[in-house]
């Protein structure tokens, strides 16, 4: 199984900062990886996908990037609502879709 | 709008089966070429794929739950189901039904998720 490690577990920022997230795969996945937000009792929601397409509707402040194994998604300007959990998921490796273990952003 | 809404008991007891039920609305079970999902979530934890159930019955199942998943897709109802037997406290986790879609670029993506149902396995 392709295992997917994001890092920081966690991570505090303010309003209006740029914030980055980063994902890692255990092998490479070309740019078969997509990127959830959670907030908390919610079901995730669809930010990035393919690496770096932008879901539909969501705010072009959310930006996606990397191939291969190394992946990140950033935030160019925090803004209240962004405050949630981020989870990053290979869809390389049919059919079991790993999802990396989240990171918590807080204010 | 596709929406996906969980139903099923809350509270089982340990060695019994754990059954949900997906409703889909909005759309056909049987269109489209989606793959029907379960996900789930421990109590503060990440996400876990437990399978998925096309419209034809086909399914895949987490092979870390071994064999004691079932899943089953009725389009005359367009719900789609889990059970999983010989449910431990471990089986303890909020359930998500969710939509498997391939994207025009060949990507895989979840894109539409129910709310979620917390099922809590105790005596």
């Known amino acids: 199984d392709i295992q997917m490690t994001q890092s920081p577990s966690s991570l505090s920022a303010s309003v209006g900062d740029r914030v980055t997230i980063t994902c890692r795969a255990s092998?490479?996945?070309?740019?078969?990886l997509n990127w959830y937000q959670q907030k908390p009792g919610k079901a995730p929601k669809l930010l990035i996908y393919g690496a770096s397409s932008l879901q539909s509707g969501v705010p072009s402040r959310f930006s996606g990037s990397g191939s291969g194994t190394d992946f990140t998604l950033t935030i160019s300007s925090l803004q209240p609502e962004d405050f949630a959990t981020y989870y990053c998921?290979?869809?390389?490796?049919?059919?079991?879709?790993?999802f990396g273990q989240g990171t918590r952003l807080e204010i | 709008q596709v929406q996906l809404q969980e139903s099923g008991p809350g509270l089982v007891k340990p060695s019994q089966t754990l059954s949900l039920t997906c409703s889909v609305s909005?759309?056909?079970?049987?269109?489209?070429?989606?793959?029907w999902s379960w996900i789930r979530q421990h109590p503060g934890k990440g996400l876990e794929w437990i399978g998925y159930v096309f419209h034809t019955g086909s399914t895949y199942h987490n092979p870390s739950l071994k064999s004691r998943v079932t899943m089953s897709v009725d389009t005359s109802k367009n719900q789609f189901s889990l059970n999983l037997t010989s449910v431990t406290a471990a089986d303890t986790a909020v359930y998500f039904c969710?939509?498997?879609?391939?994207?025009?670029?060949?990507?895989?993506?979840?894109?539409?998720w129910g709310q979620g149902t917390l099922v809590t396995v105790s005596s």
């Open positions: 969710a939509r498997r879609t391939l994207t025009i670029s060949g990507v895989v993506i979840i894109d539409y």
């Open positions: 998921q290979q869809s390389f490796s049919t059919p079991l879709y790993t």
């Open positions: 909005g759309g056909s079970i049987s269109s489209g070429g989606h793959y």
């Open positions: 092998q490479s996945i070309s740019i078969y």
